[in-house]
């Protein structure tokens, strides 16, 4: 692992979360991560993300290697960079995070960006609200959300041939269309997958939002599923089952966890 080396990256399709409800873009890029075996190549030294320092969290028994707050991963077979964030962004920093990643990419002669992100649900307006299943309050206290949870925004993507629905657009009070660029589309505790989607459109960069309608307790659920929509897109690999790494394991099931995963 370096923070020096200089790669060709060139063409390359990269993909990261966005901090967001539930964590679910974490943890799908952890998901993926280990599925398909990507390693560390590169650690980004950006100001406006807090720092962090901890264990691998894909390596099941050796220690020896640490993870940090903002890490590069790459499948080069495949042509994939990956960026795990795990640090938070400094208060008052979102714009610099953005401008620093569409620099990176430009830099890097990138092919496109793919975020992947949550919406939380309860937030959902009334076009999107598809309504809830209730369970028998006997057995279960709780709902069941129904209906396409999947959403998607992209510059350049065309999803006719997926069958994916194009996220709505935000109406005013009197239920007409927002028609400020800036303020078309709400991704509600998608952390900075609007702002980035709205910057890469005004600089021609082809980048696409891939959500899901999330709720607490369908973190792994929805991680899974953005994946799986993500790989029915590109195509990048034959899974019969998506490999969660041991230190999310450890989370999901909690149980008690290694020393900070």
Request: proline share 3%; charged share 20%.
């Amino acid at each position: 692992m370096t923070g020096t080396e200089k790669l060709n990256w060139s063409g390359y399709t990269l993909v990261l979360p966005s901090i967001c409800h539930c964590h679910v873009g974490q943890l799908a890029v952890d998901t993926l991560i280990n599925t398909l075996n990507m390693k560390s190549v590169h650690i980004l030294n950006w100001t406006c993300v807090e720092p962090v320092i901890a264990y691998d969290p894909y390596e099941n028994t050796n220690r020896e290697n640490l993870a940090f707050s903002i890490e590069v991963y790459e499948e080069p077979s495949l042509k994939i960079l990956v960026i795990q964030q795990r640090g938070n962004i400094v208060l008052g920093k979102r714009q610099e995070f953005v401008d620093e990643l569409l620099t990176f990419f430009k830099n890097e002669q990138l092919k496109e960006i793919i975020v992947l992100t949550a919406f939380n649900a309860v937030e959902r307006n009334d076009v999107q609200l598809t309504g809830y299943e209730s369970f028998n309050a006997v057995e279960r206290n709780d709902v069941q959300l129904t209906g396409e949870q999947f959403r998607y925004l992209s510059t350049t993507l065309d999803s006719n041939n997926l069958n994916w629905i194009v996220l709505e657009e935000r109406q005013d009070k009197h239920h007409h269309k927002i028609v400020r660029d800036r303020d078309r589309y709400y991704i509600a505790g998608g952390g900075i997958a609007n702002r980035l989607f709205y910057t890469a459109q005004q600089s021609q960069i082809p980048a696409t939002i891939l959500l899901m309608f999330t709720d607490i307790g369908q973190e792994v659920q929805h991680a899974n599923e953005l994946l799986i929509r993500l790989n029915q897109w590109k195509k990048w690999c034959q899974v019969e089952q998506w490999q969660m790494p041991t230190s999310q394991r450890a989370w999901v099931e909690t149980q008690t966890v290694p020393p900070i995963y």
